[in-house]
């Protein structure tokens, strides 16, 4: 039959085409090509092996873009970072910085070669960069190819020095220094030059981190690069709405419905607006706990333990409600799970409460109250039964400041997701900023707000590249970023070395009768020095053992007992205690010590003030929580006098903790703004929001999805919005403090009247 010659004339074609064929109309015009190799039919690109799973892994030699090593991103010398001021001429002050000083010694055989290509091609050396146009800005960068230029350069040779005249080419900065970074052998050196280079993407994948021809294999019209760039939520939304027949879905319905199930999970823990590509070292410790969470969901394990820490930090109340959704959907799969929180909502979806305390640190350490969360709301010893019964409140509802000293307005910001947005910050007020996670709070509040701040006040020029200003910044005199961050990584770094505590008490010690008669100044009483600290561990109180396979391990010194001090130093006394008996004492007793003594005892009751009464002056930063190190970071504020006008802002500090801290802190932020300050937080503690005078609530969702501005205003007006996820909480949190004040006022007038 036609069909089967036609067949037949095919397989011939193939044979004799090497599984090639081109099939042409009569008259001889090609009409398509077709091949049974893994390639493209116009033969661009080939694959060498059958498709599987690790030729789509970028971490596999198989899959990986040759060009990049599958970081989908090269590392290139910028232009801009090696000739940092094009006004100066190249070797006296166009490259000021340490590359630039080694490569324009005079000695130096680049500068000799860079100087006798410009003078060959008519240029002078001596001219700022600028006036060399543009021919002899591509001399420098680029080079002029294989053209040689007599230099003369000395050399050693046994004991004398000799002149050599050589013929050198010319291949350009851009490519010398990259050599430069690619041989480097000397990590410092490395990092001299990384200075100099930008990260770009890599030209042979556009960033894909895959081979080309694994690039062009799609799903839809997306290949997995494309994918990969998809947030959890996006993606999701792609596979739901993916439709398989026939034989696409016999061979891939599995993979589909596995697929939808973990970016489900994803979702379901809050993390729908994290793309699928972010890397993991970006990712907060509330991020990899959820994503590890999600994991477990996904496996549904039976009669497992789960311990988790603190698993809503980061989360929006909305959030929050879907995250405990898929705890309690764990627990009903038959696990039991104990979770370390702080959070109301997380306490009343408990099913058993410990309450530990009564206090922190050594006030610390004991039961107070366990049972039901009703039966804790009941418990009058448990001071977190008292909040959560609202006997006792984070704030009193207030008047309001009225932002009357002008703003601070953001305009055109549009880094990461946010849509281009002009915001406008009230001087000496709290503001907050809220919305759901990735809505775009960090971006604006600490990649713009802050680092602009940072550079004008610090007299650079502004950088306007993810935005197009910063008004109003006059008035201010200083800014201060209190975080969650270390106080330092070592034992040399404490509460009383960070709030400069340490400096007064040295002159003190060193105002003692032994100190002068024995001629010894403040620096005797500094572990950071040599002089008066114990030599065998420096200072440090102990000496780390190195490990190796394991994590290193600090062992008390055996020589000062971990007093720092060696023991001559500690004969100087100041109401009968050495300066190692006062890093040993907490903040309370340290503040009965130096009573009296201004310098040092408004820093101590500052401590006291934000909760920090427990603290140990000399407990190691390294061992300090989050939230500890930024109450230190607060009091080391608070203790200062007031120089001037600053802004403060702060990234969560409600993180890690309690209801009573949160009142501290609380506290202590309108403390800032009542002596003239201003105060920006980005939080989700409702608590501390609806204590603010000022509200920027953005969103209305993540990622994509959010980067706009949904509410603004006092905390009673962002309330009234419905659009807004943070009025929703708003609202919930002001009922729930109007029932309380009616059923106090009911209990009073019933004491009353008996």
């Given at each position: 039959?036609?069909?089967?010659?036609?067949?037949?004339?095919?397989?011939?074609?193939?044979?004799?085409?090497?599984?090639?064929?081109?099939?042409?109309?009569?008259?001889?015009?090609?009409?398509?090509?077709?091949?049974?190799?893994?390639?493209?039919?116009?033969?661009?690109?080939?694959?060498?092996?059958?498709?599987?799973?690790?030729?789509?892994?970028?971490?596999?030699?198989?899959?990986?873009?040759?060009?990049?090593?599958?970081?989908?991103?090269?590392?290139?010398?910028?232009?801009?970072?090696?000739?940092?001021?094009?006004?100066?001429?190249?070797?006296?002050?166009?490259?000021?910085?340490?590359?630039?000083?080694?490569?324009?010694?005079?000695?130096?055989?680049?500068?000799?070669?860079?100087?006798?290509?410009?003078?060959?091609?008519?240029?002078?050396?001596?001219?700022?960069?600028?006036?060399?146009?543009?021919?002899?800005?591509?001399?420098?960068?680029?080079?002029?190819?294989?053209?040689?230029?007599?230099?003369?350069?000395?050399?050693?040779?046994?004991?004398?020095?000799?002149?050599?005249?050589?013929?050198?080419?010319?291949?350009?900065?851009?490519?010398?220094?990259?050599?430069?970074?690619?041989?480097?052998?000397?990590?410092?050196?490395?990092?001299?030059?990384?200075?100099?280079?930008?990260?770009?993407?890599?030209?042979?994948?556009?960033?894909?981190?895959?081979?080309?021809?694994?690039?062009?294999?799609?799903?839809?019209?997306?290949?997995?690069?494309?994918?990969?760039?998809?947030?959890?939520?996006?993606?999701?939304?792609?596979?739901?709405?993916?439709?398989?027949?026939?034989?696409?879905?016999?061979?891939?319905?599995?993979?589909?419905?596995?697929?939808?199930?973990?970016?489900?999970?994803?979702?379901?823990?809050?993390?729908?607006?994290?793309?699928?590509?972010?890397?993991?070292?970006?990712?907060?410790?509330?991020?990899?706990?959820?994503?590890?969470?999600?994991?477990?969901?996904?496996?549904?394990?039976?009669?497992?333990?789960?311990?988790?820490?603190e698993p809503t930090i980061g989360l929006h109340p909305r959030?929050?409600?879907?995250?405990?959704?898929?705890?309690?959907?764990?627990?009903?799969?038959?696990?039991?799970?104990?979770?370390?929180?702080?959070?109301?909502?997380?306490?009343?979806?408990?099913?058993?409460?410990?309450?530990?305390?009564?206090?922190?640190?050594?006030?610390?350490?004991?039961?107070?109250?366990?049972?039901?969360?009703?039966?804790?709301?009941?418990?009058?010893?448990?001071?977190?039964?008292?909040?959560?019964?609202?006997?006792?409140?984070?704030?009193?509802?207030?008047?309001?400041?009225?932002?009357?000293?002008?703003?601070?307005?953001?305009?055109?910001?549009?880094?990461?997701?946010?849509?281009?947005?002009?915001?406008?910050?009230?001087?000496?007020?709290?503001?907050?900023?809220?919305?759901?996670?990735?809505?775009?709070?960090?971006?604006?509040?600490?990649?713009?707000?802050?680092?602009?701040?940072?550079?004008?006040?610090?007299?650079?020029?502004?950088?306007?590249?993810?935005?197009?200003?910063?008004?109003?910044?006059?008035?201010?005199?200083?800014?201060?970023?209190?975080?969650?961050?270390?106080?330092?990584?070592?034992?040399?770094?404490?509460?009383?070395?960070?709030?400069?505590?340490?400096?007064?008490?040295?002159?003190?010690?060193?105002?003692?009768?032994?100190?002068?008669?024995?001629?010894?100044?403040?620096?005797?009483?500094?572990?950071?020095?040599?002089?008066?600290?114990c030599e065998t561990c420096e200072g440090k109180g102990g000496v780390?053992?190195?490990?190796?396979?394991?994590?290193?391990?600090?062992?008390?010194?055996?020589?000062?007992?971990?007093?720092?001090?060696?023991?001559?130093?500690?004969?100087?006394?100041?109401?009968?205690?050495?300066?190692?008996?006062?890093?040993?004492?907490?903040?309370?007793?340290?503040?009965?010590?130096?009573?009296?003594?201004?310098?040092?005892?408004?820093?101590?009751?500052?401590?006291?003030?934000?909760?920090?009464?427990?603290?140990?002056?000399?407990?190691?930063?390294?061992?300090?929580?989050?939230?500890?190190?930024?109450?230190?970071?607060?009091?080391?504020?608070?203790?200062?006098?007031?120089?001037?006008?600053?802004?403060?802002?702060?990234?969560?500090?409600?993180?890690?903790?309690?209801?009573?801290?949160?009142?501290?802190?609380?506290?202590?932020?309108?403390?800032?703004?009542?002596?003239?300050?201003?105060?920006?937080?980005?939080?989700?503690?409702?608590?501390?929001?609806?204590?603010?005078?000022?509200?920027?609530?953005?969103?209305?969702?993540?990622?994509?999805?959010?980067?706009?501005?949904?509410?603004?205003?006092?905390?009673?007006?962002?309330?009234?919005?419905?659009?807004?996820?943070?009025?929703?909480?708003?609202?919930?949190?002001?009922?729930?403090?109007?029932?309380?004040?009616?059923?106090?006022?009911?209990?009073?007038?019933?004491?009353?009247?008996?």
């Open positions: 039959s036609g069909r089967a010659r036609v067949a037949e004339s095919v397989e011939e074609c193939y044979r004799r085409g090497l599984d090639r064929l081109i099939v042409a109309d009569a008259s001889g015009q090609e009409v398509a090509r077709y091949t049974r190799h893994l390639s493209c039919p116009s033969g661009h690109m080939m694959l060498t092996e059958e498709l599987s799973p690790r030729l789509f892994s970028f971490n596999h030699h198989s899959g990986a873009c040759s060009g990049c090593s599958g970081l989908g991103v090269l590392k290139q010398v910028d232009p801009r970072l090696l000739i940092t001021d094009e006004s100066q001429p190249l070797f006296s002050g166009a490259m000021e910085h340490r590359l630039g000083s080694w490569i324009g010694r005079r000695s130096s055989r680049v500068r000799k070669v860079i100087d006798a290509a410009l003078e060959a091609h008519g240029f002078d050396p001596k001219s700022p960069v600028q006036e060399l146009g543009e021919d002899g800005w591509n001399l420098i960068l680029h080079g002029t190819g294989d053209q040689s230029y007599p230099v003369r350069y000395r050399t050693r040779r046994g004991s004398g020095r000799l002149r050599q005249v050589t013929g050198s080419t010319w291949e350009g900065l851009i490519q010398r220094v990259s050599a430069w970074h690619q041989r480097a052998g000397s990590p410092r050196w490395r990092r001299a030059i990384e200075d100099h280079l930008a990260i770009r993407p890599c030209p042979g994948c556009s960033g894909g981190r895959l081979k080309p021809e694994l690039l062009a294999v799609r799903i839809e019209g997306k290949n997995i690069s494309d994918l990969c760039q998809l947030t959890v939520s996006s993606a999701l939304e792609f596979f739901n709405s993916l439709t398989l027949s026939g034989y696409r879905k016999e061979v891939a319905q599995q993979i589909h419905t596995e697929v939808a199930s973990r970016l489900g999970f994803l979702e379901q823990v809050g993390l729908g607006y994290l793309g699928l590509d972010r890397a993991t070292e970006s990712l907060s410790g509330g991020e990899s706990q959820r994503i590890r969470l999600a994991t477990q969901i996904g496996n549904q394990l039976v009669g497992v333990l789960y311990v988790l820490d959030d929050v409600d879907r995250l405990l959704d898929s705890l309690v959907s764990l627990k009903d799969q038959g696990n039991t799970l104990v979770v370390v929180e702080h959070d109301e909502r997380t306490m009343n979806r408990a099913d058993h409460i410990v309450d530990m305390g009564p206090g922190a640190g050594v006030e610390g350490g004991e039961v107070v109250a366990e049972g039901t969360p009703e039966s804790l709301r009941n418990n009058t010893q448990s001071r977190t039964g008292d909040f959560l019964a609202g006997r006792e409140r984070v704030y009193e509802i207030s008047e309001r400041r009225s932002p009357e000293n002008g703003e601070l307005t953001v305009v055109g910001a549009r880094a990461n997701n946010l849509k281009n947005l002009t915001v406008s910050f009230p001087k000496g007020v709290l503001t907050c900023v809220t919305g759901v996670s990735g809505s775009g709070k960090s971006s604006l509040v600490m990649d713009i707000l802050a680092r602009e701040l940072a550079t004008q006040l610090a007299g650079a020029r502004p950088a306007s590249a993810e935005h197009e200003r910063l008004e109003g910044v006059e008035g201010f005199d200083g800014l201060g970023v209190i975080d969650q961050q270390p106080l330092g990584r070592t034992p040399s770094s404490n509460a009383a070395t960070y709030t400069g505590l340490m400096t007064p008490m040295r002159g003190l010690y060193a105002k003692t009768a032994l100190a002068r008669l024995r001629g010894w100044g403040p620096g005797r009483f500094s572990f950071n020095v040599a002089g008066g600290r780390l053992i190195e490990m190796h396979f394991l994590s290193d391990v600090w062992v008390k010194c055996d020589d000062c007992h971990g007093k720092r001090y060696e023991s001559e130093t500690l004969e100087a006394r100041w109401k009968g205690h050495s300066i190692a008996d006062v890093l040993e004492m907490d903040v309370r007793q340290a503040r009965q010590v130096f009573d009296g003594i201004p310098a040092i005892s408004s820093m101590l009751t500052a401590l006291e003030d934000v909760g920090l009464g427990y603290l140990s002056l000399g407990q190691s930063a390294t061992t300090l929580s989050g939230g500890e190190a930024q109450r230190v970071k607060l009091a080391s504020e608070l203790g200062r006098r007031s120089r001037g006008r600053k802004i403060y802002i702060l990234d969560e500090p409600t993180t890690g903790l309690h209801f009573g801290d949160v009142k501290l802190l609380v506290k202590m932020l309108h403390r800032l703004v009542d002596r003239g300050d201003t105060v920006v937080v980005i939080e989700h503690d409702m608590d501390l929001v609806a204590s603010a005078d000022h509200v920027i609530d953005l969103g209305p969702d993540g990622g994509g999805a959010g980067g706009g501005i949904v509410a603004e205003g006092t905390p009673e007006e962002v309330a009234k919005c419905r659009k807004s996820y943070t009025g929703k909480a708003l609202s919930e949190s002001f009922k729930a403090a109007k029932k309380t004040s009616a059923r106090k006022k009911s209990v009073k007038t019933k004491s009353g009247g008996k």
